[in-house]
């Protein structure tokens, strides 16, 4: 990576991050249910409680095959459902920790 290259705080990405850090912060909460979304929000928030950062590199390229799933059924009570158990976890219905 060039060091001029801007790097933005980012959410809905896909993951590198080393072993260590993921047994301390603990997988993908599975109170989230479906392909309802938050669950990135919520593991970026225990990511930035550890201290860390969370960062996209804009030039990287993730192909996200899944997301055809969402596009073939309506996945809205998912994402009610989930938006639900993301507020009442962080008191907070954005993405970043206050």
């Known amino acids: ?3 001029s ?3 933005k705080e980012g959410q809905e990405q896909a993951y590198l991050i ?5 047994f301390r912060i603990g997988l993908f909460d599975e ?3 479906g392909i309802g979304g938050y669950e990135d929000w919520d593991m970026n ?3 930035r409680q550890e201290g860390l950062k969370v960062v996209i590199v804009p030039r990287s390229k993730v192909w996200h095959k899944g997301m055809q799933t969402r596009s073939r ?9 989930n938006a639900g158990v993301y507020q009442t976890k962080w ?4 993405e970043s920790i206050e």
């Not at 080393?18 to 993921?22: F, Y």
């Open 1 to 3: 990576m060039a060091v």
């Open 5 to 7: 290259e801007e790097i």
């Open 18 to 22: 080393r072993r260590g850090i993921l």
């Open 31 to 33: 109170k989230f249910i």
């Open 45 to 47: 928030n225990r990511i």
């Open 73 to 81: 059924r309506d996945t809205s009570a998912e994402q009610i459902y």
């Open 91 to 94: 008191k907070s219905h954005k």
